[in-house]
């Protein structure tokens, strides 16, 4: 009753009751925000039956999230003819939202694309943190969705679809590749088969592939003369995060030339005379270019960088936190001035300027959890190459259009054993399956999904090694359960850290931190512009008690 469309096709709200002002209103102001924040607070239920999120039925804090959940049950209505949440009574509505999923919507309306239904359903997650992070999230989903039902056909370029020429066939990890010069070839390092990861050529058209005979490691570039930058003993050194000894070696053959440790990422100038490099000093990543001019420095990390045809800008992705996957695509010029070109990519893996050198593309997993290829302009705009169905790297773009890219399965799996045992049992439950915990009777195991079936918010799951199927708890990170068994915490990363507990068995998920004696948490933290120390935290709230004074990495108390 409170949705209308205009005459001109415009979407409105009418009542605004529940309305917040954030900000306090000025001296002599009309406004009723102090009344209404009242009804806003903790412990209070307003909002209409039927489209509330569960935090607000439960008189818990609302914020953003809880307005993304109210659409989705909008949206829900629309395209379904019915409410997502619809009981006898209100207090049946109520019930449904907080332990109800709303039934399918594919079993109600014919030919529902698939990506539209996991939209709404994102929306309507229970825990505030499995939904969009933001409205401007959701947005760019529903956009990316607009775009491929307009009847055209997802490529490289406009009119027919792309053609595929497959490159390697053998079983492992491409690293990093790239086109020779000519464009008849290509260059790339791989670790086939568990091996150590080696540098290969193939000619494009041929399913074989040679060794160069370099040392193990990876490429990372290829200038226009030929030349390689190469990372020897490539390794990773936390999850995406890469690192190795930078080296120069030319493809004709000829020494291995060290230049820098300590680099995860470099690239060639168009005139093949200098690098740039990212690398880590002192704890903190830093972009050169040239290789020592520094451009920019992070307490995070950099990856993919790239020089642009002119030589004039290096584009790169800006990773907020170690270890996280999540970026914004970045371009900064020879005077260190930079540009944020996209932000918030959820899984940003591979980079490259197009050949006419004004767009950046990526490819990444986007907030609609769709893998693809996408383009930026340096004077804003950003559309989607290519939509792929699986997980794909962006490698490099030849200068007469062809595209390198893998298409790549991230698999983690869960493997349970004691050392007497003549093979270990496989665990694993999706795509990837790490262990964080086990029971203290050693009959249960916590574990995170941390790939593509719980990208990017993570899952949280219980398991008992008998063979029974996983439980999952909630969202989260970082995981520990109780000495009693009873309850599992955890770590939240989207859209913001929280700490939460998840009970194993019947009961609430809160918003509390949980300790094994059941009145506080250690916890590894730290304040800003300091380091990471250890903290004690009561479980009934108040401050948190420093317990040692000196910086401190995670492990298990």
């Known amino acids: 009753e409170n949705v209308i469309v205009t005459p001109d096709g415009r979407v409105k709200i009418l009542d605004f009751g529940l309305a917040r002002i954030e900000s306090a209103p000025g001296p002599g102001s009309q406004s009723l925000a102090p009344t209404i924040a009242v009804g806003t607070e903790p412990g209070v239920v307003l909002g209409t039956v039927g489209y509330m999120a569960p935090e607000q039925v439960r008189g818990q804090v609302a914020d953003a999230r809880s307005d993304l959940f109210a659409l989705g049950a909008v949206l829900y209505e629309m395209i ?30 014919a030919d529902l694309p698939p990506a539209l239904d996991r939209i709404i359903r994102r929306c309507l997650e229970k825990q505030p943190v499995s939904r969009f992070r933001s409205a401007a999230d959701l947005a760019f989903a529903l956009e990316a969705l607009s775009t491929a039902g307009s009847g055209s056909v997802p490529g490289v370029g406009a009119g ?16 990093g590749a790239r086109f020779t010069p000519d464009g008849a070839a290509v260059v790339y390092g791989a670790s086939w088969d568990g091996a150590p990861h080696e540098i290969f050529t193939s000619r494009v058209g041929s399913p074989e592939s040679r060794g160069l005979g370099l040392p193990p490691g990876s490429l990372l570039a290829m200038s226009a003369t030929g030349e390689m930058a190469i990372s020897a003993g490539y390794h990773h050194s936390m999850w995406f995060e890469v690192s190795g000894t930078l080296a120069r070696v030319p493809l004709a053959g000829g020494g291995v030339r060290p230049l820098q440790k300590d680099v995860s990422h470099a690239d060639w100038s168009p005139d093949g005379r200098t690098l740039a490099v990212i690398r880590s000093v002192d704890g903190r990543s ?14 995070g990390w950099f990856s993919h960088c790239r020089v642009s045809p002119d030589g004039n800008r290096v584009a790169f992705g800006r990773h907020l936190r170690s270890g996280e996957g999540e970026a914004d695509l970045c371009a900064a010029d020879e005077s260190g001035a930079m540009s944020v070109l996209a932000s918030g990519i959820v899984n940003l893996n591979g980079v490259a300027w197009s050949r006419s050198g004004d767009e950046v593309w990526w490819s990444d997993i986007d907030a609609g959890l769709t893998h693809g290829l996408r383009a930026t302009r340096l004077d804003g705009g950003t559309r989607e190459v290519y939509r792929s169905p699986v997980r794909l790297t962006l490698h490099d773009v030849h200068r007469d259009g062809r595209v390198l890219m893998s298409f790549d399965e991230l698999r983690f799996c869960l493997d349970i054993g004691e050392p007497a045992d003549a093979g270990a049992r496989e665990m694993s439950w999706f795509d990837g399956s790490a262990v964080s915990d086990l029971s203290a009777d050693g ?13 990017p918010h993570y899952g949280l799951y219980l398991r008992t090694l008998d063979g ?68 004690l935290l009561p479980l009934e709230g108040g401050e948190p008690r420093l317990l040692w004074d000196e910086e401190i990495h995670f492990g298990r108390f």
């Open 160 to 175: 027919a679809p792309p053609a595929f020429r497959r490159l390697t066939y053998r079983n492992g990890n491409v690293a």
């Open 468 to 535: 029974s199927p996983a439980v999952r708890l909630g969202s989260g990170n970082v995981s520990r359960l109780s000495a009693d068994g009873q309850w599992a915490v955890s770590i939240t990363t989207h859209p913001r850290h929280e700490l939460w507990i998840y009970p194993v068995g019947f009961g609430e998920a809160r918003m509390i931190p949980c300790h094994p004696d059941g009145r506080h948490l250690f916890v590894v933290g730290s304040a800003p512009g300091r380091v990471a120390r250890l903290y």
């Open 443 to 455: 009959s249960q195991v916590l574990f995170l999904e941390v790939a593509e079936a719980e990208n």
């Open 286 to 299: 830093r972009l050169e270019y040239p290789a020592g001019k520094v451009l920019a420095e992070t307490d």
């Open 80 to 109: 379904g003819g019915r409410r997502a949440f619809a009981g006898a009574s209100q207090a049946d509505t109520l019930s449904a939202i907080l332990r109800e999923d709303p039934p399918e919507l594919a079993t109600r309306v």
